[in-house]
T-cell receptor, first 111, second 118 residues
Framework: QQQVKQSPQSLIVQKGGISIINCAYE??????FPWYQQFPGKGPALLIA?????SEKKEGRFTISFNKSAKQFSLHIMDSQPGDSATYFC??????????FGTGTSLTVIP | GAGVSQSPSNKVTEKGKDVELRCDPI?????LYWYRQSLGQGLEFLIY????????KSGLPSDRFSAERTGGSVSTLTIQRTQQEDSAVYLC????????????????FGPGTRLTVL
């Protein structure tokens, strides 16, 4: 059973546009929701993360929106740039336990 | 400072052979994770070490897979009698538990080992 479901699988956005990636989870015990960015040939790197006690977290052009009742969270990339082209993974975890990752979204930002 | 390192970066082996993949975590990190990433797929959890506690092996796909972590630092993932479906990138990550950014349990990933089983 997929603990974290991610969509879309791929996304193409024009430079300056907004990229939105969505994730949904099942286990209400999850208390940590990070997003990772992965460039080809590299390991994933933490981009931004949120705890369920807040509904939104913003860092620069990156924002996580969190809906606890719907068990959904999303990543918004404002003013998307070609350098943002990468694969993005959402994940979920709870204290001291393993992480469950989504299947990834390949983002392409067209100049 | 140095990040997580993995060796080898690439490994080509023949079906039925055993392979060992190495991970050097960031010094002082108490948690260490192994993941498998198949082409175009997400990260599949394999095993998790936390300090001196018994490892969480719930993600290991078969008894051909095993891992150990010596002295709370370096870890080795061993795959015995490799099969073609074992071909993937194997990623290691370490975590300090909390980070200077105040983020909970941030994981720092290595560059991975690309395993190809012919």
């Amino acid at each position: 059973q997929q603990q974290v479901k991610q969509s879309p699988q791929s996304l193409i956005v024009q430079k300056g546009g907004i990229s939105i990636i969505n994730c949904a989870y099942e286990n209400t015990a999850f208390d940590y929701f990070p997003w990772y960015q992965q460039f080809p040939g590299k390991g994933p790197a933490l981009l931004i993360a949120i705890r369920p006690d807040v509904s939104e977290k913003k860092e620069g052009r990156f924002t996580i929106s969190f809906n606890k009742s719907a068990k959904q969270f999303s990543l918004h990339i404002m003013d998307s740039q070609p350098g943002d082209s990468a694969t993005y993974f959402c994940a979920a975890s709870w204290t001291g336990n393993q992480f469950y990752f989504g299947t990834g979204t390949s983002l392409t930002v067209i100049p | 400072g140095a990040g997580v390192s993995q060796s080898p970066s690439n490994k080509v082996t023949e079906k039925g052979k055993d392979v060992e993949l190495r991970c050097d975590p960031i010094s002082g990190h108490t948690a260490l994770y192994w993941y498998r990433q198949s082409l175009g797929q997400g990260l599949e959890f394999l095993i998790y070490f936390q300090g001196n506690s018994a490892p969480d092996k719930s993600g290991l796909p078969s008894d051909r897979f095993s891992a150990e972590r010596t002295g709370g630092s370096v870890s080795t993932l061993t795959i015995q009698r490799t099969q073609q479906e074992d071909s993937a990138v194997y990623l290691c990550a370490s975590s300090p538990g909390t980070s200077g950014r105040g983020l909970y349990n941030e994981q720092f990933f290595g560059p991975g080992t690309r395993l190809t089983v012919l």
